[in-house]
């Protein structure tokens, strides 16, 4: 059975609040968290972001000067950030759709809406650190990968090749990770969600609905780790880059 | 190890390029050895909202704050003709108020500064905004605070909060600034 050690973890708070950045740091302490710094607003994140490398940031949205939005899009620019693979959580008072879905195009791996609970900020933790997932660079974005599901129903065309660009960097690919290669090897047709069809005018399939996911008992948006460990097929779970 | 392909269709003209981080947070997924994947650790879940609970003593007193700074703001924001930086201030006081005051243990104060909040930022900025409708936010915020109107069922709270939701709405609407997905911010203040 697997836990999250929080206590190996390093948290930086962005917001303009000081009553909220202390309720998330006693947030995060009580989960194990020992590492916690805090910053007002954008500028001082990107600074302590490029001083002290945290492992996740949880920025609010509204700051004066450099906003949460700006401050992904900072973060997010591969040829000049030191880490912009960072995992980031929004944690804002704004709940409108056309807002989760700027922030989704920011880059953001979460999106959490105040007001904050222990449970929901333990599960979009919990879903940064235990269910990694892949990043996805294109002229118009470089942020995780937004196909969260395989979407059986979808006939569409496929705008990623079976073959797509694979930066693993110097290091071996981490054996948690989505294998590529055995997906590459398949012959089925990983069909995803088709995100600007969605933004188009079709519904918003996107949207994780967190309050069904915070409600229940099951985490519903993760990839099911379980099945995969036990020796299911991995292409039954989460599909990417096809 | 770096693949590329043209591709899959016309429509997608760009490059689509996949990368795996060198670098996750998996190693700080500990094994006990038995089986099964990683858990939602409920313990920990209880210690945070323990730690929450004995932050809520100073609840009360933040919640001061906060409504000091919106009245100031408010203050600023009329001297400046709700225009500016001192607007934008404003605005940021009602959002912080919005998505602070339930954790505060003041939902239908949330919800009004919610209110507040949509009709600083979806209107345009050049368009005056009526000081009774702006001023009825901060007085039924005022109030909510003075009957020590916490959690979510105090009536006449209720019919406050919904009153001056529908006037904002009916103003943002006839604006065309009304959000489609208002309601679900609303809900959301509520909640």
Known sequence: ?242 | MTRKSPPADKRAEEEVEVVLPAKTLRHVVTDDGRKGGPQIDMDAIQRAEKALDKLSVSFGMWMGEEIDTLRDAHAAAVAEDMKGEARDAFFRAAHDLRGEAATLGFPLVGQVAGSLADLLSMLPPNLEISPGLVDGHIQAINAMIREDARGDDNKTAIALANCLREASGQLLEAHGALDNDIGSSAETDAA
């Open chain 1, 1 to 242: 059975m697997e836990k999250i050690d929080f206590s190996q973890v390093s948290v930086l708070v962005v917001d303009d609040n000081m009553h909220m950045r202390k309720i998330v740091r006693a947030l995060l302490m009580a989960f194990g968290v020992r590492q916690v710094q805090e910053a007002e607003d954008g500028a001082s994140a990107l600074e302590a972001f490029e001083q002290n490398s945290p492992d996740i940031i949880i920025t609010d949205w509204v700051m004066p000067i450099i906003d949460g939005l700006e401050l992904v899009q900072m973060i997010r620019r591969p040829d000049s950030s030191n880490n912009p693979f960072v995992p980031i959580i929004m944690l804002t008072g704004h709940a409108e759709k056309r807002r989760v879905m700027q922030a989704r195009d920011a880059g953001v791996h979460e999106f959490l809406c105040k007001p904050i609970s222990a449970r929901s900020l333990y599960l979009r933790l919990y879903s940064v650190i235990a269910h990694p997932r892949p990043f996805v660079k294109t002229t118009t974005y470089f942020g995780p990968d937004r196909r969260r599901f395989a979407n059986p129903l979808y006939k569409g065309p496929e705008r990623r090749e079976k073959r797509a660009l694979i930066d693993i960097e110097d290091e071996q690919p981490d054996m948690n990770q989505i294998d590529f290669d055995a997906i590459d090897a398949g012959d089925q047709d990983t069909n995803q969600i088709d995100f600007d069809a969605i933004d188009a005018g079709g519904e918003d399939t996107n949207q994780i609905d967190f309050d069904a996911i915070d409600a229940g008992d099951q985490d519903t948006n993760q990839i099911d780790f379980d099945a995969i460990d036990a020796g299911g097929q991995e292409e039954e779970q989460e599909r990417v880059a096809v």
